[in-house]
């Protein structure tokens, strides 16, 4: 059973924008094995995870907002993925100077 065409057009919507974002940030982590570099995107993406934390925060408050919360909690599993993918590119495999994740603030 299909989802409702508006419901089904937003998600096919956010997800393939979302998927091209993804493709494009790994493809940014596999050319590179400069760990400057890496430390750099590391950082950028742990940027992303807080501010979509705070949206999601704002969006919770919302009533109504349950698809736009479904789309950042899915733009936070896949950033916390690549997070994790940069790590283990790292020489000492422990991140940007060490710091933890957006999930543990």
């Known amino acids: 059973m299909q ?5 089904h057009a937003f998600t096919q919507r ?5 998927c091209w974002q993804v493709m494009e940030a790994r493809e940014q982590v596999e050319e590179t094995d400069d ?3 890496l430390r750099l995107l590391l950082e950028a993406n742990q940027l992303q995870q807080q501010q979509v934390i ?5 969006v919770f408050a919302e009533p109504g907002a349950e698809r736009q919360a479904a789309e950042l909690a899915g733009r936070l599993a896949y950033l ?3 997070e994790s993918e ?4 790292l020489p000492d495999s422990k991140g940007a100077s060490g710091n933890a994740s957006a999930f543990t603030d």
């Open 14 to 18: 956010c997800l393939s924008s979302l």
């Open 86 to 89: 940069i790590v283990q590119r």
């Open 80 to 82: 916390a993925r690549l």
């Open 3 to 7: 989802p409702p065409a508006p419901w």
């Open 35 to 37: 760990e400057s570099e």
């Open 54 to 58: 705070q949206r999601l925060g704002k």
